[in-house]
């Protein structure tokens, strides 16, 4: 009898740690799941300009040496804005714009400078991802601001979303002179906190239907290069951006195929293609053009997606706030994309 009892209290005193530890886990795993689910539904948004704020430019890739900048300060005056021009602006070394130390050194100064406001990245090219490992963003978390521009600036959209906080997809300094006054007109509302929403032609490609969720993305040549790295976007329940300069078109298909065997597709709730520019083909050709690709990979998805969307290495390059809540709808009479929150 008193051996049975013995049993009795160890099979409770187990059968209460065991309940403790499943209980445990199920709070940890809530915990867990709270936290991913805040991450990717509230992303943090840079406080928005006001008149008299600063804005800096820097090169954070490709060096700009020549004296171009004018345009952009006057636009900026005119809205009302202050202008610093970086260390690295003029800075030569082959294509850079200075040494990967120069260029971090700068890009960490202008985010550390609680006086700034936006950082508008001059160009393009290659290179940020070379500085971005020596960037510190504590400073940066402590006091949020946006960082402006596209193509390779893909890199540090792509970092910050992987952090929670929203940036700007538009239009470059360089760029300015030769954009279209829709396009700079979105940036001047992105900056600013102004309702942004795009209606777009129908294109016989796109696939018709629904969807609201964040927008990520970007350049897809710097997407598919920093996959598997601490940077790469996470696609699930999320709405793809993509646009691409000056690649071969079997490039286009290696890199979607990427995307695809990644499951970043599998996950997404719709795409958006944007400008597919200069494409390249080889002697014999591919057989399909950058748009025929991204549909042939992307067609077994009941997801909508909008072809020819007006942002890229073109003139009318819109603003997109990268990390935001966007609605699309694409139907026959052609596509909408609205900015929730």
Known sequence: MQLQIIKMKINTHFSIHKNFAFYQF???????????????????TPPYLQKGDTVAILATARK?????????????????LETIIGTTIGLDLNQLAGTDEQRAADFQKQMDNPNIKAIWCVRGGYGTVRMLDLLDFTKFKQHPK???????????????????????????PVTVPRATPPAIASMKS????GPLSYSIAPHQMNRF????????????????????SQSAID???????????????????????????????????????????????????????ALEIVDDVTKKYNIPVIFNFPAGHIQDN?????????????NASGSTVIFVK
């Not at 199920?26 to 943090?44: A, G, K, P, R, V």
């Not at 992105?190 to 906190?193: K, T």
């Not at 609201?212 to 290069?225: A, K, P």
Request: hydrophobic content about 45%; some cysteine.
């Open 26 to 44: 199920l709070f940890i795993l809530f915990i867990l799941q709270s936290f991913t689910c805040q991450s990717q539904q509230n992303m943090i």
């Open 318 to 330: 819109r603003a997109l706030v990268m990390g935001s809540t966007v609605s699309i709808d694409v």
């Open 146 to 172: 946006w960082i402006v521009g596209f193509s390779d600036v893909t890199v540090l959209h792509n970092h910050l979303n992987t952090m929670g906080y929203k940036s700007i997809h538009g239009i470059m």
């Open 235 to 289: 696609c699930k329940d999320k709405i793809l951006f993509i646009e691409d300069l000056d690649e071969y078109l079997y490039h286009i298909d290696r890199m979607m195929m990427n995307l695809r065997r990644n499951g970043c597709i599998d996950n997404l709730k719709g795409i958006v293609i944007g400008a597919m520019t200069k494409m390249k083909d080889n002697d014999i050709p591919w057989g399909k053009n």
């Open 190 to 193: 992105a900056l600013f906190g």
């Open 209 to 228: 239907g629904q969807a609201t969720g964040e927008l990520v993305g970007g350049n897809l040549s710097i997407l598919y290069s920093l996959l598997g």
């Open 64 to 80: 700009n040496i020549d004296d171009n900048l004018k345009p952009t300060i006057d636009l900026l005056r005119s809205w009302g």
